[in-house]
């Protein structure tokens, strides 16, 4: 489902970097004004295929830094940029939400955040009068055959959520996966088969008993400095 480009957010200050490598999983060095500077990096996915030296990204300035003054948000790709950081993709579902741009989630609120089930965190709870929803996000900026794609590494606690979620199913509650596309130009969104295919069945068993898997499409317009929504409803390939 596409339509027209909805702004959700600002990035500014915003600065455009240079990337030179990854340090570790939360820092990434990159030229800005050709000095070298260590900004946080808040995913820790591969990001293998946005990572490279030599490729354009862009950094906001942190307004009362702890330790890093920037943060590496975003990717360019061609006339737009691939939006990496997960907490800016969650404050961008947020302003969605809100914003009622999201059809499937229509009048459903924000209740809980970080909520446990079970073992797990989940990282929202929804209501909706007397309906509630535990809803796990996902960032899925990775591409598979043209489609954006969740998991880019292994990951033991995106598992054990979603098993927390079904076991939640079975016990009579309701759930839902949300996988945000960071990305513009992609068919929907499929599970990573090769790099987790425990979570790619996982995600085929659960939406048999109703769990609910649905993805968003976010971009960063560096020319406007906006974070945008795309689609509020992408194609879903289990």
């Given at each position: 489902?596409?339509?027209?480009?909805?702004?959700?957010?600002?990035?500014?200050?915003?600065?455009?970097?240079?990337?030179?490598?990854?340090?570790?999983?939360?820092?990434?060095?990159?030229?800005?004004?050709?000095?070298?500077?260590?900004?946080?990096?808040?995913?820790?996915?591969?990001?293998?295929?946005?990572?490279?030296?030599?490729?354009?990204?862009?950094?906001?300035?942190?307004?009362?830094?702890?330790?890093?003054?920037?943060?590496?948000?975003?990717?360019?790709?061609?006339?737009?940029?691939?939006?990496?950081?997960?907490?800016?993709?969650?404050?961008?579902?947020?302003?969605?939400?809100?914003?009622?741009?999201?059809?499937?989630?229509?009048?459903?609120?924000?209740?809980?955040?970080?909520?446990?089930?079970g073992g797990s965190r989940i990282d929202y709870l929804l209501g909706r009068g007397d309906e509630k929803i535990?809803?796990?996000?996902?960032?899925?900026?990775?591409?598979?055959?043209?489609?954006?794609?969740?998991?880019?590494?292994?990951?033991?606690?995106?598992?054990?959520?979603?098993?927390a979620l079904i076991d939640h199913l079975r016990a009579g509650g309701r759930a839902i996966t949300l996988f945000?596309?960071?990305?513009?130009?992609?068919?929907?969104?499929?599970?990573?088969?090769?790099?987790?295919?425990?979570?790619?069945?996982?995600?085929?068993?659960?939406?048999?008993?109703?769990?609910?898997?649905?993805?968003?499409?976010?971009?960063?317009?560096?020319?406007?400095?906006?974070?945008?929504?795309?689609?509020?409803?992408?194609?879903?390939?289990?």
């Open positions: 489902m596409k339509g027209p480009d909805h702004k959700l957010l600002e990035l500014k200050p915003s600065r455009e970097c240079r990337i030179l490598r990854r340090l570790n999983r939360f820092v990434v060095e990159v030229l800005i004004n050709d000095k070298p500077v260590k900004a946080h990096l808040n995913n820790t996915g591969r990001l293998q295929e946005y990572l490279i030296e030599g490729r354009i990204g862009f950094c906001t300035q942190v307004k009362r830094p702890r330790k890093l003054r920037y943060r590496l948000s975003s990717i360019k790709v061609g006339d737009w940029a691939a939006l990496i950081d997960t907490w800016i993709q969650m404050k961008a579902f947020e302003k969605a939400l809100d914003l009622e741009l999201i059809p499937w989630l229509k009048r459903f609120r924000i209740i809980g955040r970080n909520v446990r089930l535990y809803r796990e996000v996902k960032s899925a900026v990775y591409r598979v055959g043209g489609y954006a794609s969740y998991p880019d590494a292994p990951s033991t606690r995106g598992i054990r959520q979603i098993k945000i596309a960071g990305l513009k130009n992609v068919n929907g969104f499929k599970p990573n088969h090769e790099a987790s295919p425990e979570l790619a069945e996982l995600l085929k068993a659960g939406s048999r008993i109703g769990l609910v898997v649905k993805s968003i499409g976010i971009y960063h317009d560096p020319k406007s400095s906006a974070v945008r929504l795309w689609s509020p409803d992408l194609k879903i390939s289990l």
